[in-house]
């Protein structure tokens, strides 16, 4: 399974292993790629990846996390990732990119930050400005925007980033979310902005090409999102087209959460089965032979790793032979391959 190809719309990624979003805070002051990204990607690819999905870049300027962070905002930005995309290519993987805004969560030391309401994340974060609505119609359309520019930069797949505490998912949680307008209050209020700003990503996007959507399925507090209520904001968006659902957790708060191999499994087994979309598990997975039954049971459609492609940019490699799966290695590193 692990090593079995999908086709998602008219993309066929080569097997069920992707790199998960992973900030590397390593830009240039402008938002541009360099070097840094060029061989961390390229190395991936190499190691047998199926799926690369590249960092969170923001959409805007304060959409940011921090002043290193990769941008996707103008047309400069396109050609360095560009570079990276058309090289990873050469080896067979699926390029994706995440589109997002760090809203509150922005640490920039010259902008603002902005939310849906005027409640930082701590208080060692600044007061973010409360988003007015042409406000937020300005940043949708910056996500639609920077869909074209992903589009002109080579990339495969696109992934909405709706979770860990940032812009889209502060919408979303009622923890963050105090507004009294159509922005705010019941689920098909705080659900608006992420549903607007898929539809304005579709309206430029490819329809033969897969849409990601990343969220954060547990608040792990009080009052916040749940499972269960993941499903029903999930469902307001099931009729716009979304193909794959990144099923994270976490990061709207400073929560405690009971970290174990697989504790996030249970969130993406969950929306598979309730309501169809195709899933990406995520969180603490380092054994193939984990990832391979995550998949034989029907839990996932893809197996998204963070720190264990950190630590091992040829996992796939080292996988494929555990699993005892004759996968194609680089020619140049042919000497160096597995006897199985």
Excluded at 76 to 93: A, F, M, S, W
Excluded at 196 to 206: D, L, S, T, Y
Excluded at 225 to 246: A, N
Aim: proline share 4%; glycine share 8%.
């Amino acid at each position: 399974m692990l090593f079995t190809p999908i086709k998602i719309k008219d993309i066929t990624i080569k097997n069920r292993i992707m790199m998960s979003p992973m900030c590397q805070y390593s830009a240039d002051k402008d938002g541009l790629a360099n070097s840094w990204h060029f061989v961390h990607y390229v190395s991936r690819a190499v190691g047998g990846v199926g799926l690369i999905m590249v960092e969170a870049t923001a959409v805007e300027s304060r959409g940011r996390i921090t002043d290193r962070d990769l941008g996707i905002w103008n047309d400069q930005q396109v050609e360095p990732l560009k570079r990276i995309v058309d090289e990873c290519k050469k080896h067979g993987v699926t390029m994706g990119i995440q589109l997002a805004h760090a809203g509150r969560k922005s640490e920039v030391a010259d902008e603002t930050p902005v939310a849906p309401s005027a409640i930082n994340w701590s208080d060692d974060y600044k007061l973010p400005h409360e988003l007015t609505k042409e406000e937020i119609n300005a940043i949708v359309e910056k996500f639609k925007d920077a869909a074209v520019r992903a589009l002109n930069a080579g990339f495969d797949a696109i992934e909405i980033h709706a979770a860990h505490g940032y812009l889209l998912h502060e919408f979303l949680s009622p923890l963050s979310n105090k507004r009294n307008d159509g922005y705010g209050g019941d689920i098909t209020n705080r659900v608006r902005m992420l549903k607007e700003v898929i539809e304005a990503v579709k309206k430029v996007w490819p329809e033969n090409k897969p849409l990601f959507v990343r969220v954060s399925s547990d608040d792990y507090i009080e009052g916040g999102i749940d499972i269960d209520e993941m499903i029903k904001i999930l469902s307001y968006i099931k009729p716009l087209g979304v193909d794959v659902i990144d099923a994270s957790s976490g990061g709207l708060l400073n929560a405690k959460i009971d970290l174990y191999p697989g504790y996030q499994i249970k969130y993406s087994e969950k929306i598979k089965s309730q309501l169809g979309f195709k899933t990406a598990a995520v969180g603490l997975i380092t054994k193939a032979e984990m990832a391979e039954q995550i998949l034989k049971d029907g839990k996932a459609d893809l197996i998204a790793l963070g720190r264990e492609l950190l630590r091992n940019p040829y996992w796939p490699l080292y996988a494929a032979h555990d699993l005892k799966e004759d996968v194609e290695w680089p020619k140049q590193y042919e000497r160096g391959k597995f006897r199985v």
